[in-house]
């Protein structure tokens, strides 16, 4: 059984940094991409950035470039998201998603708030 969890959200002013995990485990040792998600009250769910099990990126949201940094640990499997400048618009619940074999796992999410 596939499970992924988050931690590492919290409450954060502008210009601040926070630094999310997500942790899955019952994968394997197989091909997979993992990656960050951001849903912001009343919007949808939009891609943050995405990395493969070689550590390669798999893609990258614009307002990310410059600021975040996803990494990866594939034996572990674990991936990061270091969030530097943190803005307002920030503001929404991070998910961590697997995709492996056409299926995508999903966790519950982490809350992060910037806010002054």
């Known amino acids: 059984q596939v499970t992924i969890a988050e931690s590492g959200g919290g409450l954060v002013q502008p210009g601040g940094s926070l630094r999310l995990s997500c942790a899955a485990s019952g994968i394997g040792d197989v091909w997979y991409i993992m990656g960050w998600y951001r849903q912001a009250p009343g919007k949808e769910r939009e891609v943050v950035a995405l990395?493969?099990?070689?550590?390669?990126?798999?893609g990258e949201a614009d307002f990310a470039k410059g600021r975040f940094t996803i990494s990866g640990d594939n034996v572990k499997k674990m991936i990061y998201l270091q969030m530097n400048d943190l803005k307002l618009e920030d503001t929404a619940v991070y998910y961590c998603?697997?995709?492996?074999?056409?299926?995508?796992?999903w966790g519950r999410g982490t809350q992060v708030t910037v806010t002054s």
């Open positions: 990395i493969n099990s070689g550590g390669g990126m798999e």
């Open positions: 998603c697997l995709s492996r074999f056409g299926s995508d796992y």
